[in-house]
């Protein structure tokens, strides 16, 4: 099959790996240990704070009354940012999250980036279970004119007959939840279009795909499994968009 995959003006403006662990045994503030050695590739650490309050029986009546409770209050994650905050590996109990919004450089440099950023967290994660997997691959157009989605777009919702709207088009979105079959992967698809009301259409093109095979941690598993992702993502897109829209990509 012909290789598509290399664009010269990819439309991607954020690109996300997940990945979730059984976190038996492993606390939240055990990745501190690591805090140096991650600071070295995100100099910035944020700590998010997550705020419960339990008001037990007591009833709230109109006006002015005293009220009490208790609070619980922990660091909900880790955030770790590049200075410029265009890169964030984000660390929360059972899940680490890599997030890149820099202009798209290709998938081999995202996959080099995203394994070495969690690479940093090996000792700890090593032989621990991985529950679930995913990437995240959020794709921008910009159209001039758009009276006719079908020139860009292959899966689309027909409104009337003719495929004709009644009145100028503002914004619309749809949701396409897929099972790949013979595998645990699934595929989260969301589409939008929106006027920005300055003679263009932003068309958001938002690619989610999961996989819920149990694998146990290590690197090579784990750039294994990225590949198997990518395809079923790259499938996904490709089928999507038409010639025209991947003539705008190159």
């Not at 998010?48 to 660091?75: A, E, F, R, W, Y």
Request: include cysteine.
């Amino acid at each position: 099959m012909k290789n598509r995959t290399n664009l010269n003006n990819p439309p991607v403006v954020v690109a996300l790996f997940q990945l979730k662990f059984n976190s038996t045994g492993i606390k939240l503030n055990d990745f501190l240990k690591y805090d140096t050695i991650l600071k070295n590739n995100f100099p910035i650490r944020k700590d998010n704070i997550q705020v419960g309050i339990d008001l037990g029986g007591t009833s709230i009546s109109l006006g002015v009354s005293k009220i009490t409770g208790t609070s619980n209050v922990k660091i909900g994650s880790y955030l770790y940012c590049t200075v410029d905050q265009k890169v964030k590996l984000e660390i929360s109990e059972g899940t680490i999250t890599y997030i890149d919004e820099r202009p798209y450089q290709g998938w081999d440099k995202f996959k080099e980036s995203t394994l070495k950023s969690i690479s940093s967290l090996t000792d700890i994660l090593s032989n621990t279970e991985v529950v679930r997997t995913s990437i995240r691959f959020i794709n921008r157009f910009s159209f001039k004119n758009f009276d006719n989605p079908q020139e860009y777009f292959k899966t689309l919702i027909s409104s009337s007959e003719g495929n004709q709207l009644p009145y100028p088009l503002r914004q619309y979105g749809f949701r396409l939840l897929m099972d790949i079959p013979d595998t645990d992967i699934y595929s989260n698809v969301n589409q939008n279009v929106e006027n920005d009301r300055a003679n263009s259409f932003i068309y958001t093109f938002d690619i989610d795909v999961l996989d819920r095979q149990h694998l146990i941690f290590d690197k090579e598993t784990i750039a294994g499994n990225m590949e198997t992702l990518r395809g079923v993502k790259n499938e996904i897109f490709f089928g999507n968009i038409t010639q025209k829209t991947l003539d705008l990509c190159n």
